[in-house]
């Protein structure tokens, strides 16, 4: 059998002194170099760029609460307020006063008495005031019973017999017969409101008569009214 080279036998000798694990590292190294060089050539990743961050909307203003008023000022718009109202009022009864104004009043006469009056009207009052009542004064009566009945006790339109109700420019109510007959109206009328001025002889008092004005029929009858004749009437210019 041929003896072996020296050398071979050597190599074989450093060969067989190694392990398989140290083989299989050796064997890997130049690939993890490779690796680690590919990495380091590789240009790095760009970090993700962030979203812009909103700046909070300034909030609206928070409108300042208006100051509460003094007492003091207070004080001053009642005082001023009172004065104006009483200053009204006050003008207003004036006025009132020159007009008659404050609503019909009742009469001081008394039976018997004859007095100078002077009667606001208007044309077609002859048509429309009239009274509702079943008593007689003196012989002189309303032109209706009821206000649904028609005088049934005797001529329902003599005038001269014919109770009205009337106003006078002071405001004052009654019921008299006789006007529409003097001769002061038996002409032609003024088209608008006129006064006349007659003499009243107050002969007594009509219990609960309803009168009937321009707008119709009063809701309820009076209470007791002085009745009497209208005589000597004049037109006020």
């Known amino acids: 059998m041929a003896e072996k080279e020296p ?76 004065v104006v109202v009483g200053t009204l009022a006050a003008g207003f009864a004036l006025l009132g006063q020159e007009r008659g104004g404050g609503g019909p009043r009742g009469p001081t006469w008394k039976p018997g008495q004859t007095v100078d009056v002077e009667i606001t009207l208007v044309a077609g009052d002859k048509r429309e005031l009239n009274c509702a009542a079943t008593d007689e004064v003196a012989g002189r009566h309303c032109s209706f019973e009821t206000p649904t009945k028609v005088w049934g006790k005797g001529d329902p339109g003599d005038d001269k017999k014919t109770l009205r109700p009337y106003t006078s420019t002071d405001n004052v109510q009654f019921v008299a017969a006789g006007l529409w007959s003097e001769p002061a109206l038996s002409g032609n009328l003024p088209t608008t409101r006129f006064s006349v001025k007659c003499k009243y002889t107050v002969e007594g008092k009509l219990k609960s008569p309803t ?13 007791e009214m002085l009745a009497g004749v209208l005589t000597g009437c004049t037109l006020v210019p």
Request: aromatic share 4%; net charge negative; no cysteine.
């Open 7 to 82: 050398d071979e036998d050597k190599d074989e000798v450093e060969g067989e002194g190694e392990s398989e694990p140290e083989a299989e590292a050796k064997a890997d190294a130049p690939k993890a170099e490779a690796k680690a060089e590919a990495k380091a050539s590789a240009p790095a990743k760009a970090a993700p760029a962030k979203a812009p961050t909103k700046k909070p909307k300034a909030g609206k203003a928070t409108p300042r609460r208006a100051q509460p008023p003094s007492s003091a000022s207070l004080g001053k718009s009642m005082v001023l307020f009172v």
């Open 211 to 223: 009168f009937h004005w321009e707008s119709g029929w009063e809701g309820q009858p009076r209470g």
